[in-house]
């Protein structure tokens, strides 16, 4: 079994959102306690659902020609 150790940086997440005309922007503009989190670019994204997190791999292992699937 191998996984990645690195997080989905918000600026490779939005790369696949400004492909889907249906992701949900809600990701752009998460706080914790009134503060920012997940703001800049190499930040991880934050606040996806497990639906987005799917849809995501599968777009991912489209461009890559890669399998990408979220860990069960």
């Not at 997080?7 to 490779?12: F, V």
């Amino acid at each position: 079994v191998m996984f990645c150790i690195h997080e989905t940086r918000r600026q490779d997440y939005a790369a696949y959102a400004n492909e889907g005309p249906n992701v949900d922007g809600s990701w752009k503009n998460q706080q914790r306690d009134g503060i920012p989190c997940g703001h800049e670019d190499n930040h991880p994204v934050v606040s996806v659902s497990w639906e987005e997190a799917q849809a995501f791999c599968a777009w991912l292992s489209k461009k890559d020609g890669k399998t990408y699937r979220l860990p069960t």
